[in-house]
């Protein structure tokens, strides 16, 4: 997940930054959105280990392999994308069809809100309605909030994955977090 903020939102009577903007599945007209998350997360983070930007096109057919089991979810503002999530395939083999990767990415200026966790509580719950049995989160080292997100929708931290990946010049450690749906 994608975390951080620097826009002002008005707060609720419990103190919580609060936002009353849906969570939507995902359409077409989405995508650039989707797009521009990503590729922010690509340029200035760690959030994905991708480290070249993508096409319009690369995403197009990325969203058009989500299917019902497999959501794509986003939060908007009018016709701005703020946020987005989504459940992937975790891989090609056949026994692992029910079990489903976690993404949940938010706009720079859009974090503190709460969008991330109100999409990871939407993806949670399309899972339960599904024949998926068990979803996977890969959190790299440092993002405290969304060990935190995550620990609060039940997911558990099953292992690290030690300097598997290398970004911005330095290895980075993977935490791998599990959910039983």
Known sequence: MYVGGSRSWPKSSSGSMASNLPVVPATEEDIPGILAIYNHAVRTSTATFDTEEKSIE??????????????????????????????????????????????VYVDEPSRGRGLGSRLLEALVSAAERSSLHMLISRIAEGNEASFAMHRRYGFRHVGTLSESGRKFGRFVDVDIYERRV
């Open 58 to 103: 690369e995403r197009r057919r990325w969203f058009r392999e989500h299917d019902a089991e497999h959501p794509v979810f986003v939060v908007k503002e009018g016709s701005e994308v703020l946020a987005w999530g989504s459940l992937s395939r975790w891989s090609e083999r056949r026994a692992y069809d029910t079990t489903a990767e976690v993404s």
